[in-house]
């Protein structure tokens, strides 16, 4: 079992970059696939990028962002560049023992980070 943790939200402007983090409080992340998610108000969470043997992301951040993992430090990063108004979201760390991109296959979740991007 795991409980991931997010940090690193905050507001930027368009154009800007933020790094989020992700680390475990108890458990090692190093043992699961891991994910990001994000959810809009009014909006269904959505995938953003996974991390297992190899890296996936969402056509929509896909060249602007990308997913990390330091296992020494029980952490995954998620480097979000070019930021635009509609990445505007809270984003989520998720844990899954499979891979997949679908939001029901991961089972351990962080609360979220707020990300907002002004234009």
């Known amino acids: 079992q795991v409980q991931p943790v997010e940090s690193g939200g905050g507001l930027v402007q368009a154009g800007g970059s933020l790094r989020l983090s992700c680390a475990a409080s108890?458990?090692?992340?190093?043992?699961?696939?891991m994910g990001w998610f994000r959810q809009a108000p009014g909006k269904d969470r959505e995938f953003v990028a996974r991390?297992?043997?190899?890296?996936y992301y969402a056509d929509s951040v896909k060249g602007r962002f990308t997913i990390s993992r330091d296992n020494a430090k029980n952490t995954v990063y998620l480097q979000m560049n070019s930021l635009k108004p509609e990445d505007t979201a809270v984003y989520y760390c998720?844990?899954?023992?499979?891979?997949?991109?679908?939001?029901?296959?991961?089972?351990?979740w962080g609360q979220g980070t707020q990300v907002t991007v002004s234009s």
């Open positions: 998720a844990a899954a023992v499979i891979t997949t991109t679908e939001p029901r296959g991961y089972v351990y």
């Open positions: 108890g458990g090692t992340l190093s043992r699961y696939f």
């Open positions: 991390i297992g043997g190899s890296t």
